[in-house]
């Protein structure tokens, strides 16, 4: 499964989702300046990115269920 590249690019969208979540926790936790200005904006982009994240899993799944 890890030589299929739909499941790479599945992977790689997850860790994106990952890591925007990440920052935008660690900037929420901290405050401050950063969180103010880029707190709302990176929760949108998780948002995004997660949204894109999950129409490719179900993608993977549906052309998976065929073989």
């Known amino acids: 499964?890890?030589?299929d590249p739909l499941f790479i690019v599945v992977a790689l969208a997850c860790l994106l989702v990952a890591g925007i979540l990440i920052v935008g926790i660690g900037?929420?936790?901290r405050g401050g300046a950063f969180?103010?200005?880029?707190?709302?904006k990176l929760m949108q982009w998780r948002i995004g990115a997660q949204f894109v994240a999950?129409?490719?899993?179900?993608?993977?799944?549906?052309l998976r269920q065929g073989s």
Do not use: E, Q
């Open 35 to 40: 969180n103010h200005k880029y707190g709302n």
């Open 54 to 62: 999950v129409l490719l899993i179900l993608l993977f799944v549906a």
């Open 1 to 3: 499964m890890a030589d």
């Open 27 to 29: 900037g929420f936790g």
